[in-house]
């Protein structure tokens, strides 16, 4: 059986650690990827041939920041939704935990 303290340690710690993911991910947005297949998801780019393996790429693979990044186009700039993407991609696991 866990303590008080012990679990208010633990909960202290998950908190401090989410928000340096939060912060890191905020300082070097690096998830571009996700973008890239989000702007094809919301057709601000079309690739000229339909054939194109990229194109059935972006368009055929399932993944929630790939369609969380094509709402967000749609609101903010590609710039501003790879920071998003990245602070909440550092920060999320520390949700698990609670």
């Excluded at 300082?27 to 571009?32: A, E, K, L, N």
């Excluded at 890239?36 to 919301?42: D, K, P």
């Excluded at 369609?67 to 999320?92: E, Q």
């Amino acid at each position: 059986m866990k303590s008080i303290s012990t679990q208010s340690n633990l909960s202290a710690a998950i908190i401090t650690t989410g928000l340096l993911g939060l912060l890191v991910g905020a300082g070097f947005p690096t998830w571009q990827h996700a973008v890239e297949s989000g702007q094809i998801l919301a057709k601000s780019v079309e690739y000229p041939d339909q054939l194109n393996p990229f194109n059935i790429y972006h368009k055929h693979t399932v993944s929630f920041y790939n369609w969380l990044a094509s709402v967000f186009l749609h609101l903010f700039s590609k710039y501003t939704v790879s920071i998003i993407l990245s602070s909440f991609k550092d920060f999320h696991p520390t949700l698990l935990y609670r």
